[in-house]
């Protein structure tokens, strides 16, 4: 099994294996039978690949620094059982609407462990907060910080709060997922949060406990992270820092994104040279936690030879929007022949009106054939999250696996969904 396991591609979730049949199995569940069972397109999840991240990030961090927290960023994967397995594992959580923080509750995690972020957040927003009882909102602008203290006074109760910094560091990653860079719609310019700071010694119902920052998604060098830890010790001490999320993951065989460990003991490392052993640090991934947990499966519809080879499947942008937002690239196999090297470079089409709706480009599959079972890896973040409605797809079921048992945690939309809200 081992020596299977190597030879498949790394981005699928930890425990993938090839069973006896030459099926791939994801938490012990063949995906050719579940597709059967189940229909696609599906993101499957190998439920114990989330858990493992999540212990990983805890013992990285626990293991170099005292006082410190884990959030998982619920947009990367807003689904009541993937919040319920983090809640287990003992994550916090960072939400970024009224929405997610509604999902967030539901499913059982702490308010008082609940970042609450957002550019433009309404008064409706943070007045359900503060109500929840969140525990840290992570200031981003001078409108919203006037409008949260007018509220606070008002529910008369004091609220802790962060101070979202931009530290003019820019990773290497795509520009829409780039948050750091000094022009951005996201927290206070280094000069700007120093004003903020001044703002908040005066305010009334608002305790400045810290600084937060995030410089962006899906990261491989870790230089970035430390430079921004450095900016902020700039603005002076607080006893709180939120250092964001943003490592990245492997999508296909050419990336190696630094190791869970080596990302957190480099952001530890800085956070001790730069602010200090004794502060209370927060990381708050999403990608790294969840992305490799998850594969989707698609059925073959259609193989087309012009002057490429088309491989048309079920589903596409409507339950994978990352490919067509920023050029994500992904790679594919078939569920029945994993190991069977592809000969032939196909372009993994989306069944939607759009030329820009492909899933994965030149990507080698061995003769694939209509009712194909296509495995693509590395869905579970930002999948299910940007997944949409267009052409009247039906979002797929989440699926969680673990030791050869399969239970679907969202059910498949059916038309009817499509029309539930429609009052004409
Ligand atoms: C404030 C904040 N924290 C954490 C994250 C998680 O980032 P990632 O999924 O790259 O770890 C995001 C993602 O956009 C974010 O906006």
Redesign the pocket.
Same mark, same amino acid.
């Given at each position: 099994m081992e020596t299977v396991a190597a030879a498949l591609p790394h981005a699928l979730p930890l425990g993938t294996a090839v069973n006896q049949r030459g099926n791939l199995e994801v938490g012990g569940c063949d995906l050719v039978e579940l597709a059967r069972e189940l229909g696609t397109p599906a993101y499957v999840v190998a439920e114990d690949d989330l858990r493992t991240r999540a212990r990983s990030f805890h013992e990285a961090i626990r293991s170099r620094h005292r006082d410190c927290d884990v959030l998982f &960023?619920t947009? &990367?994967f807003p689904c009541t059982a993937v919040c319920r397995t983090f809640v287990q594992e003992g994550l916090g959580c960072?939400v970024?609407s009224a929405g997610e923080l509604h999902m967030a509750t539901r499913a059982g995690f702490d308010p008082a462990r609940i970042h609450f972020?957002g550019n433009a957040k309404t008064e409706e927003e943070l007045g359900a907060a503060m109500r929840a009882g969140v525990g840290h909102v992570?200031l981003d602008s001078l409108n919203e910080l006037e409008r949260l203290e007018r509220l606070a006074v008002q529910l008369g109760l004091t609220q802790k709060v962060l101070i /979202?910094v931009t530290p003019g560091v820019a990773g290497d990653t795509h520009h829409a997922?780039s948050?750091g860079q000094s022009d951005s719609k996201?927290g206070f310019l280094p000069d700007d949060a120093r004003g903020a700071i001044d703002r908040l010694r005066g305010a009334r119902a608002l305790e400045l406990v810290g600084l937060?920052c995030?410089i962006?998604?899906? @990261?491989f060098e870790l230089e970035p992270f430390r430079a921004a830890v450095r900016t902020l010790a700039t603005l002076g001490e607080f006893p709180v820092y939120n250092l964001?999320?943003?490592?990245a993951a492997a999508y296909t065989a050419g990336q190696h994104p630094p190791r869970i460990e080596e990302y957190v003991a480099a952001i530890v490392d800085a956070a001790h040279e730069f602010l200090g052993g004794d502060k209370r640090l927060l990381l708050?991934?999403? /990608? &790294? @936690?969840v992305a490799n947990s998850t594969v989707t499966v698609y059925t073959v519809q259609t193989v087309k030879r012009n002057v490429s080879t088309w491989v048309g499947v079920d589903g596409g942008m409507s339950d994978n929007l990352r490919p067509m937002l920023y050029g994500a690239e992904y790679e594919a196999l078939i569920a029945d022949r994993p190991l069977t090297r592809g000969t032939e470079r196909c372009h993994l089409a989306g069944k939607h009106c759009e030329s820009g709706d492909v899933l994965a480009r030149d990507v080698a599959l061995p003769d694939p054939k209509p009712g194909d079972v296509v495995v693509v890896p590395a869905t579970g973040?930002?999948g299910h999250s940007l997944a949409n409605n267009y052409n009247g797809a039906l979002r797929p079921p989440i699926v969680f696996c673990r030791e050869g048992a399969a239970r679907v945690v969202v059910r498949r939309e059916n038309p009817e969904d499509l029309v539930i809200r429609d009052a004409g």
């Amino acid at each position: 099994m081992e020596t299977v396991a190597a030879a498949l591609p790394h981005a699928l979730p930890l425990g993938t294996a090839v069973n006896q049949r030459g099926n791939l199995e994801v938490g012990g569940c063949d995906l050719v039978e579940l597709a059967r069972e189940l229909g696609t397109p599906a993101y499957v999840v190998a439920e114990d690949d989330l858990r493992t991240r999540a212990r990983s990030f805890h013992e990285a961090i626990r293991s170099r620094h005292r006082d410190c927290d884990v959030l998982f &960023a619920t947009k &990367a994967f807003p689904c009541t059982a993937v919040c319920r397995t983090f809640v287990q594992e003992g994550l916090g959580c960072e939400v970024g609407s009224a929405g997610e923080l509604h999902m967030a509750t539901r499913a059982g995690f702490d308010p008082a462990r609940i970042h609450f972020h957002g550019n433009a957040k309404t008064e409706e927003e943070l007045g359900a907060a503060m109500r929840a009882g969140v525990g840290h909102v992570v200031l981003d602008s001078l409108n919203e910080l006037e409008r949260l203290e007018r509220l606070a006074v008002q529910l008369g109760l004091t609220q802790k709060v962060l101070i /979202r910094v931009t530290p003019g560091v820019a990773g290497d990653t795509h520009h829409a997922i780039s948050t750091g860079q000094s022009d951005s719609k996201f927290g206070f310019l280094p000069d700007d949060a120093r004003g903020a700071i001044d703002r908040l010694r005066g305010a009334r119902a608002l305790e400045l406990v810290g600084l937060h920052c995030h410089i962006g998604s899906q @990261l491989f060098e870790l230089e970035p992270f430390r430079a921004a830890v450095r900016t902020l010790a700039t603005l002076g001490e607080f006893p709180v820092y939120n250092l964001g999320g943003g490592l990245a993951a492997a999508y296909t065989a050419g990336q190696h994104p630094p190791r869970i460990e080596e990302y957190v003991a480099a952001i530890v490392d800085a956070a001790h040279e730069f602010l200090g052993g004794d502060k209370r640090l927060l990381l708050e991934p999403g /990608r &790294a @936690l969840v992305a490799n947990s998850t594969v989707t499966v698609y059925t073959v519809q259609t193989v087309k030879r012009n002057v490429s080879t088309w491989v048309g499947v079920d589903g596409g942008m409507s339950d994978n929007l990352r490919p067509m937002l920023y050029g994500a690239e992904y790679e594919a196999l078939i569920a029945d022949r994993p190991l069977t090297r592809g000969t032939e470079r196909c372009h993994l089409a989306g069944k939607h009106c759009e030329s820009g709706d492909v899933l994965a480009r030149d990507v080698a599959l061995p003769d694939p054939k209509p009712g194909d079972v296509v495995v693509v890896p590395a869905t579970g973040a930002y999948g299910h999250s940007l997944a949409n409605n267009y052409n009247g797809a039906l979002r797929p079921p989440i699926v969680f696996c673990r030791e050869g048992a399969a239970r679907v945690v969202v059910r498949r939309e059916n038309p009817e969904d499509l029309v539930i809200r429609d009052a004409g």
